[in-house]
């Protein structure tokens, strides 16, 4: 199975800053590479596909890039709602594996 | 909008089996794979499987195999999950998914509220 590295794994960060997720994965998985957020209620919802496009309905703050096996999720400016826990899933290869997962809180 | 609502929570005795619905709304149901994750306490997303309504085709993680069994009923919208010779390690949630899938895209595109599994004597 193909494993996904999130780092870090808990991120402390502020209003209006600018914060970077990575997740890497254990072998090249070709830009088959998801982000979803999860919100504290358990709520899951997707934000990115195929490494860099935006979910439909998703704000324009999220972003997402990376090729080979190194990935990245950018949210431009942190808004109250983007406090959540964030996840990256590839489809490259089955089973579709997720990343740990990264907490991003209220400094 | 499309929605996925799933059954309520359950207390299951160990060794039993325990039986989970994903009811579908607001888009055509046979269209898209429906997919299972798992979500133990605490811990990341497990990919469990998935399922082409249309066909009842199935996809596993050899993980799960033998421990999952995904069918659905295309009169009501809805897919089902059982989990059978239950233990403390299938205490999660678990949630449905609708998968969009063409060409390179593959995501869980709509996600159910999830469903409490608890297993105890």
């Known amino acids: 199975d193909i494993q996904m590295t999130q780092t870090p794994s808990s991120m402390p960060a502020s209003l209006g800053e600018r914060v970077t997720i990575s997740c890497r994965a254990s072998q090249g998985i070709s830009n088959y590479l998801n982000w979803y957020q999860q919100k504290p209620d358990g709520t899951i919802k997707p934000l990115i596909y195929y490494t860099s496009n935006l979910q439909s309905g998703v704000p324009s703050r999220f972003s997402g890039s990376g090729s080979g096996t190194d990935y990245s999720l950018t949210i431009s400016s942190l808004e109250p709602e983007d406090f959540a826990m964030y996840y990256c899933q590839q489809y490259d290869s089955s089973p579709w594996t997720f990343g740990g997962g990264t907490k991003l809180e209220l400094k | 909008q499309v929605k996925l609502l799933q059954s309520g929570a359950a207390l299951v005795k160990p060794g039993a089996s325990v039986k989970m619905s994903c009811k579908a709304s607001g888009y055509t149901f046979t269209d898209y794979w429906v997919s299972w994750v798992k979500q133990s306490h605490g811990k990341s997303l497990e990919w469990i499987g998935e399922?082409?309504?249309?066909?009842?085709?199935?996809n596993f993680n050899e993980k799960f195999k033998g421990k999952a069994t995904l069918t659905v009923d295309k009169s009501t919208s809805t897919a089902y999950m059982e989990l059978s010779r239950l233990t403390s390690e299938d205490s999660a949630i678990y949630y449905c998914?609708?998968?969009?899938?063409?060409?390179?895209?593959?995501?869980?595109?709509?996600w159910g509220q999830g469903a409490s599994v608890t297993v105890s004597s």
């Open positions: 399922i082409y309504p249309n066909s009842g085709a199935t």
């Open positions: 998914t609708r998968v969009y899938n063409n060409y390179e895209d593959y995501v869980m595109d709509a």
